[in-house]
Nanobody
């Protein structure tokens, strides 16, 4: 199993940028797809982005496509989420997810490991 720790959250003005990082421990990081999800207050957790184990493929939610970029560095056991042109509706706790048996998963049920989450707040 992979242990995941997110960092990089914070408070930013609308239009600004943040980069989230997710550091993973465990031998399976480089062989599993990784993903980011988010949960806003009073809402269900939703898919944000996913990246295949080799970084050859990525997938994004429609609400973030063109603004967010997921990437990974297997040598550093780290996955990133670059978030640009942030909007107040991007405010949420962002979770890193790993340990998936699927090539490019998009469902919460497709992941076996989760981080503790990092808060992102976008002010208007």
């Amino acid at each position: 199993q992979v242990q995941l720790v997110e960092s990089g959250g914070g408070l930013v003005q609308a239009g600004g940028s943040l980069r989230l990082s997710c550091a993973a421990s465990g031998r399976t990081f480089s062989t599993t797809a990784m993903g980011w999800f988010r949960q806003a207050p009073g809402k269900e957790r939703e898919f944000v982005a996913a990246i295949s184990w080799s970084a050859s493929h990525t997938n994004y939610a429609g609400s973030v496509e063109g603004r967010f970029t997921i990437s990974r560095d297997n040598a550093k056991n780290t996955v990133y989420l670059q978030m640009n042109t942030l909007k107040p509706e991007d405010t949420a706790v962002y979770y890193c997810a790993g340990d998936s048996p699927y090539f490019l998963p998009v469902s919460q049920a497709d992941f076996g490991s989760w981080g503790q989450g990092t808060q992102v707040t976008v002010s208007s």
